[in-house]
């Protein structure tokens, strides 16, 4: 049972424009929302991070949107370019009581091609 | 430059060896995980440490896998015996208590048992 869930495999997007990958998330215990990038042959990087006191999170290209009440997140990328594909992965989970690190759930991820 | 470091990048190895992969963590972050990247499953959680005690090890098949941490700069994956179900990438993360809690990833290992 995928817990967090990204249902767009791939998508392609016109550099320049706006991108926009979805997460749908079940677990309404998740309070902390993380999206991750990926190249090829390398271990996934932190993109950007949100928490559900948030609705909103924004880091230069890149806004994270939360929705609770819908346990739907997004990450906007404008203007797309072309070192931006790569997979993009989102993660959550709940926080611990005694705070820090803990395991990720992730989704399986959204190939993102920035066309020229 | 701080990052995790996993070794080998590369193991190719026949169906009921043994197989370690090694993890190095971040100077200084006392969490460390393990994940399996496959096409079918995405990134999973298989085990997790803090302050080198195993946390979570739920997502470990147990007959086969074990996790430790010998000391805090080292984390081990063992798969004993392997099989071919096993080929997948398997990436380890660090990550620290102190409030922030993104993890970093190494650059994983790539399995294929033949």
């Known amino acids: 049972d995928q817990q967090v869930k990204q249902n767009s495999p791939s998508l392609s997007v016109q550099e320049g424009r706006i991108s926009i990958l979805n997460c749908d998330y079940t677990?309404?215990?998740?309070?902390?929302f993380l999206w991750y990038k990926k190249y090829p042959a390398e271990g996934p990087t932190f993109l950007i991070s949100?928490?559900?006191?948030?609705d909103k999170n924004e880091d230069g290209r890149f806004t994270v949107f939360l929705n609770k009440s819908a346990k739907h997140l997004s990450l906007h990328i404008v203007p797309s370019q072309p070192g931006d594909s790569a997979v993009y992965f989102c993660a959550a989970f709940q926080t611990p009581s005694g705070g820090g690190a803990d395991g990720l759930t992730f989704g399986k991820g959204t190939h993102l091609i920035i066309q020229p | 430059d701080a990052r995790v470091t996993q070794t080998p990048r590369h193991k190719v190895t026949e169906m009921g060896q043994e197989v370690t992969m090694r993890c190095q963590p971040i100077l200084g972050h006392n969490t460390v995980f393990w994940y399996r990247q496959t096409m079918m499953q995405g990134l999973e959680l298989l085990a997790y440490f803090r302050n080198r005690a195993p946390l979570d090890d739920s997502g470990m098949p147990k007959d086969r896998f074990s996790a430790e941490m010998p000391d805090a700069t080292l984390a081990t994956l063992k798969i004993q015996p392997s099989e071919p179900r096993d080929s997948a990438v398997y990436f380890c993360a660090s990550g620290s208590d102190t409030g922030y809690t993104e993890a970093f990833f190494g650059q994983g290992t790539r399995l294929t048992v033949v």
């Open positions: 677990n309404s215990m998740f309070d902390y």
């Open positions: 949100i928490s559900s006191i948030k």
